[in-house]
């Protein structure tokens, strides 16, 4: 099978602040190729790269806001989250869990660093994934996967090379935690130094990775050091990376759906119409609410 190449290997871009608690990179939508339609169904990612956050009493986070017409993914590889919403849910989003929150017609929560977490202070490094939801399901009810890092199957390499957590999709027939709309396939690939693994993806797939820790060579041809994005052309089906030291890279790769985007802000619905009515709704509480 093809080789699927890189398109372009990005350096993170200027940090800026959501809210108080997350340092984030924005990768998609960003200034380069990426517009939404470019990586969808992942329509937003923000990387807060490790980054210390000093001891406080007041946890730093976002306040209550809303999110409509997809869902947010949460992938913790340092410190703590602690998100409530208007349902009454909440919970806590520790190292190594994912949160995958289906929002949908609509739900309106808060995030913020957990509570004990905040006192003690610590390296904070996160990813934030936005996904879309076709049409016929934005306007499913509002619901959590709440996914511990012990409840992830993982794939064993060979040699003691590392191993693979398939949060969602699948790799060498092991099965993905999170369950998907669309097919997706969200890999937590962890590499000793020297060690290398290979990956299929379908052509039409929009496909990308991030370097979470380390450096890897992908395809024995690009490099990608760590807080890189790379972008794989929409050509070819096999992927493969080299860890030059001891690794942790992030793999998406989506079936792009087919349909039209008219997102503002935390609404990411279809036409201009939906999005006028999102925030029409939001703006009469129908979201419910929280203090
Ligand atoms: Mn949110």
New binding site residues.
Partial sequence: MATKNVELVMAPREPHYVGNGFRVHNFIPSGYHLDMQRMNPFIMLDYNSKFYFPPTHEPRG?EA?P?KGFE?VTIAYKGKVAHTDSSGGGGVIAEGDVQWMTAASGIL?K?FHEENWSRQGGDFQMVQLWVNLPAKDKKANPKYQSIQNKQINRYHLNDNGGEIEVIAGEYQGIKGAASTFTPISLLNVKLESGATADFHFPEKNNTALLVIEGSIIINDKEEAPADHFALFENKGEVVSIKAKEKSVVLILSGEPINESIAAHGPFVMNTRAELVEAFDDYNKGKFGYLE
Avoid: L, M, R
Wanted: cysteine-free; overall charge negative; aromatic content about 0%.
């Fill in positions: 976002v806001h999110h947010t929560h995030e």
